[in-house]
């Protein structure tokens, strides 16, 4: 069964799935719907690789892909976030338990916040199986939370917002792509993860820490993806 899985992993930008790229073997390359897929090995392993692009429509195509175009097994999240619970500072690790698109609102209609129609649910919860396996690649490498991530199209860059955020949902880290990969994997029924290194506070200076840190906590990120694949039982 471990020859014939075939791990997704899926990053915003550049500069978070160069570094995995750059150690896949027997690599192979492919452009569907605009979208850069990278196919084979990593440590013996199967693997895709894709470079989504940022906001929840790119990375919910890039997950669907996966999916039906590549057959993959499993999807892991990987990536930049900022923070929004206390306690949670720049270079932290967040491992997802679960996953809620914040802009999501129909409470008009009478749904709760964050409520997404068809599925009918508010949270998605991550495989507990992938957790475990990215929890034990981190091991002591960094201070580690394990957390609700937040998804929104919006890059958060104000404090108000931010501890908004965290009170409806308890969440701990907000991005802009894991609750749209979290809801493709659910509807098609594959597990799913993800890992983020928080690159800012999502505070008012947010634009100004991003670009300083994005690239190290995406290079952290990375390192945990590539030390993955070593957990899994023989």
Do not use: W
């Amino acid at each position: 069964m471990a020859d014939t899985m075939i791990t997704g992993i899926i990053g915003a930008m550049d500069v978070e799935v160069e570094s995995i790229a750059a150690n896949i073997q027997n690599i192979g390359h492919k452009v569907i719907s605009g979208i850069p897929f990278s196919t084979g090995t990593l440590s013996g392993r199967q693997v895709v690789l894709a470079r989504c692009g940022i906001g929840k429509v790119n990375a919910a195509v890039c997950t669907q892909i996966m999916i039906s175009a590549f057959g993959v097994s499993e999807v892991i999240n990987t990536g930049v976030a900022g923070a929004i619970a206390k306690g949670i500072r720049q270079n932290d690790i967040v491992i997802a338990e679960r996953f809620v698109q914040h802009d999501v609102d129909t409470t008009a209609i009478g749904d709760p916040i964050g409520f997404v129609s068809t599925v009918n649910k508010v949270f998605f919860e991550t495989n507990k199986g992938i957790t475990s396996r990215l929890k034990a690649a981190i091991g002591n490498k960094a201070r580690t939370h394990l957390g609700t991530v937040a998804t929104g199209d919006q890059f958060i860059a104000d404090k108000k917002t931010g501890k908004k955020i965290h009170e409806r949902f308890n969440a701990s880290a907000c991005d802009m792509e894991g609750g749209a990969i979290a809801q493709v994997c659910t509807l098609a029924g594959v597990p799913f993860g993800a890992v983020r290194c928080i690159s800012d506070s999502a505070d008012e200076k947010a634009h100004m820490d991003y670009p300083e840190f994005a690239a190290k906590a995406a290079a952290t990120c990375a390192s945990m993806v590539m030390e993955y694949f070593k957990y899994f039982e023989s």
